[in-house]
């Protein structure tokens, strides 16, 4: 027969937790390396059943805003760290910095009491209510209080190795309620401990239960030094045909294994059945909210025996259907913890089985368990002294940028905005390659800080209130220097020069009271045509005449011998009207040069062609050359200069620089390696976008429409959002690009009239009928190159006859299902759910009306929200989390537990035993 007890993963703590508490003593046991913290608290306090001191949250976080618990809860409050909490209402992503040491393992605990802090009552409204965490930068839990008791605290746990000297702890927002946190707590392990939890693997908390007879629902601190929470399973089951078991002899472990170190007074205490009863089941149910299917459990069972006398008791060990010990004996008075050398098992029931062997008289026995699921920890930290640096440049300059919060460069859709990192696979971790703070608001004297970072190429300070003279920098991979329009007056280091001279550095010093002093062409516009360096190698001062005909010849080598042409140059380089923009003005001989006098054709539509170039420094560049030749006669030309000139974006294409003369208007952005992405989704049969790199991508464009729309003062609405104008670096980081119909307006106006412009199938239905512009009109068209991702096919399919794409998609699921409009490509390598849920999101934003739509604010948190779901690691679609029913208050009066039904049989007969949560 079987006997069963299930547990669901989500579990309260509630004001009993702080009567329970009381029962533990107190044993003076070191709490060296715990650090405790009480969020929004700002004083230190001791907690009175385990004496920890908590302290202030105030040294650990940037942002936020400390709260109060309700009047009406303080009373339930489970201890005084409850009672208070920190909101974090700004910003997608705000970490709490704990101080760790690289490669030590900790227990990580996050608590979360609500209790309707705002008044709005939030938990019960009938809304979504979570928010994600991060450990580091790789996704932990998610946090779930929809339909939750206010009054409930949720507690997340999770073993993991520092990356370095800080270990970093991230509340996320999914735009479907503010992330807040309690308390949240640190505790070392032994390197030993847990040993398959490693750099790349951590595990997070899902069930750690004590059997036998427990004085308090929650064992931790003191009686476990390491301080982890151990649920008492006898509040839930201790009733017949269950036992209790105990011994007062000491129950040992093996010389040297130190692996898990359970407690001794935990392992003095075991549960059995009645002789009549053959075998009981764990059953630890997920829950209403996970996928269970995606979920990879390691279980860890731990038995001692404690009967005196020499028992004959010997069972098996199943996960579901799978064997894990076959005629497993207990050791007397010695503890056997048993798993599988940390493998994960794919067991979606959480389900596992003791049952007694045919030779054994004894039924089934068990000490402890613990149940843990997999956190990949595949996302790199960016490089430690990239990170000190830019810590130490937000702090000198007081940088006030809302996403500057975590880890710069991971994870990749959190990056911070003005930076530009490094991804490819030849560093061991992201590099920073690019900083951009132009008009942050800086002042006082240019800090040395950057030239630290060893892979720093681009540094723009521009347009600040920089003062002082420039330090004596080592610049090793430096190639663009700009602190043009600062208030610097002080003299060029000679370092700087002669990388500048040597055209190894683009330096930009216009609009500097320096430039009274230089006119070089650093303090002009206009940049100086770089020399190749094999030339400046070849003057030998004593032989003028090899010289002159050195230079002769290679002067004919790079220009192919039309040095004759340059008087007609010239002649076309006289700009019609200057345009006073502060980006490199191309002349039209060096986009010949550049181009290898436009030979490498890249793409090429109504506007115009594009040619693949190489810039002096060894930067490719694409070069957009108008098949107008003059502003007059280009209704493009203008409005994407003026754009890019001034929005910067990891999201956005980089503007390098124009050409404009009578000869003609060009435009000089990033190359971008990938192309544009409707030709990555029609792609080849040998290649196509998993549905990880589609929803990245998403997002990538998501946030650069989010950015023009919501960070740009005047708004600006791009006009002309399509799968072609979605371009894809070599990271696959998607840019948007073609700015040539774009349009601002001031926040004062809801909209603006303008001739409806576009592209076919992309065109909002709302602007095209009234001619009056808003940001949802982008919102419309990313609609489209949402379905577009979700199913590979164009924005009107031939099928047979032609049929907008919104309506081929209606169409395919109100026939069959979702999996229909899928891009075959995918060969069903998706999740279903993310795919409903993008499908969704789609249509949300093709709504004919344009206040139905939402905002790219929402979208992009959304993507978000799904991201976790289709990555390699299994990201919990909804946590599992940790909560102490409220029923157990009924057990300590003696009132009878209403969450728990119980059946019994005897052998061959069915008994079951269940606990009903909240969940």
Known sequence: MVISFSCSASRKLTGILALLFMMTRVYGQSTSGFISIDCGNRRTNKDSTTGIQYHSDHRFVDGGLSHKI?????????????????????????????????????????????????????????????????????????????????????WKEVLTVAPGNNLLVCLINFGTGTPFMSSLELRPLQDVMYPFVNSSVSISYFRRIRFGQATEFITRYPLDPYDRFWEGWSFSYNTYPWMTLNTSSPVRRLPGDNTFQVPEGILQQASTLDTNYSFFEINV???????????????????????????????????????????????????????????????PAASFLLNKTN???????????????????????????????????????????????????????????????????????????????????????????????????????????????????????????????????????????????????????EGNPICSKFKDTYCSNKKKSTTPIMLIAVIVP???????????????????????????????????????????????????????????????????????????????????????????????????????????????VTLQGYCQNKKCLALVYDFMPRGNLKQLLKGGDDYSLTWEQRLHIALDAAQGLEYLHKAC???????????????????????????????????????????????????????????????KTDVYSFGIVLLEIITGQSPVVMDPQAVHLPNWVRQKIANGSIHDVADKKLLDLYDATSLQSVVDLAMNCLENAAINRPTMTEVASRLK??????????????????????????????????????????????????LFSGR
């Open 359 to 509: 030779n054994s008289v004894l039924p089934p026995l068990i000490n402890a368990f613990e149940l843990y699921s997999l956190v990949r920890m595949d996302n790199l930290t960016t490089d430690s002294k990239d990170v000190k640096y830019m810590k130490e440049v937000k702090k000198h300059y007081s940088v006030a940028r809302i996403n500057w919060n975590g880890d710069p460069c991971s994870p990749r859709e959190y990056s911070w905005e003005g930076l530009t990192c490094d991804y490819s696979k030849s560093n061991p971790n992201p590099r920073i390659v690019a900083v951009n703070l132009s008009t942050s608001g800086l002042k006082g004297g240019l800090t040395i800080l950057f030239m630290n970072m060893v892979s720093l190429e681009t540094l723009d300070l521009s347009h600040n209130n920089l003062t002082g003279g420039i330090p004596e920098y080592e610049m090793k991979s430096m190639k663009v220097f700009d602190l043009s329009y600062n208030q610097l007056d002080g003299p060029i280091p000679h370092s700087i020069l002669q990388r500048y001279q040597a055209g190894l550095l683009d330096l930009r010093l």
């Open 70 to 154: 309700s009047t009406e809860f303080m009373d339930d409050a489970a201890n005084e760290q409850q009672k208070t909490l920190r909101s974090f209402p700004q910003g997608s992503r705000n970490c709490y910095t704990l101080l760790s040491a690289t490669g030590k393992k900790f227990l990580v605990r996050a608590m979360f009491t609500y209790g309707n802090y705002d008044g709005l009552n939030s938990t019960m409204s009938g809304s979504v209510f979570r928010f994600g965490l991060h450990i580091g930068v790789n996704v932990w839990e998610a946090v779930n209080l929809t339909n939750w008791d206010p009054s409930s605290t949720i």
């Open 542 to 652: 004593v032989v003028l005449v090899s010289l002159l005909v050195v230079m002769g010849t290679l002067w004919k080598l790079y220009w192919k011998g039309k040095s004759g042409d340059d008087k007609e140059y010239a002649m076309y380089e006289e700009e019609e009207t200057p345009l006073h923009i502060d980006i490199r003005r191309f002349t039209y001989a060096e986009l010949k040069f550049i181009t290898n006098d436009f030979q490498s054709i890249i793409g090429e539509g109504g506007f115009g062609i594009v040619y693949h170039g190489t810039l002096e420094n060894g930067d490719e560049v694409a070069v957009k050359v108008l098949k107008e030749t003059s502003i007059s006669e280009s209704t493009d030309f203008l409005p994407e200069v003026q754009t890019l000139s001034k929005v910067h974006h990891k999201n956005l």
């Open 285 to 347: 149910a997920v829950g209403p909210n996970l996928d269970p299917t995606n979920l990879q459990l390691l279980p860890i069972f731990h038995f001692a025996e404690v009967v005196d006398n020499n028992p004959n008791r010997s069972f098996n060990i199943y996960s579901g259907d799978e064997m894990l010990f076959p005629d497993f004996s207990p050791s007397r008075s010695q503890v056997d913890s048993m798993h599988q050398n940390g493998r994960f098992l794919h067991n």
């Open 713 to 775: 003062t005047p708004s600006i609405v791009h006009r002309d959002v399509k799968t072609p104008n979605i371009l894809l670096d070599k990271n696959m980081v998607g840019v948007i690009s073609d700015f040539g119909l774009s349009r601002a307006f001031n926040d004062a106006h809801t909209h603006i009239s303008t001739v409806a412009a576009g592209t076919l199938g992309y065109l909002d239905p709302e602007y095209h009928a009234t001619f009056q512009l808003t940001v």
């Open 865 to 914: 929200v799904w991201l976790p779901a289709v990555s390699g690691t299994p990201r919990h679609t909804d946590s599992m989390d940790t909560e102490i029913p409220r029923q157990f208050r009924l057990m300590i009066s003696r009132a009878r537990n209403e969450g728990i039904s119980f059946q019994s049989g005897y052998t061959n007969g069915i008994s079951q035993t269940s």
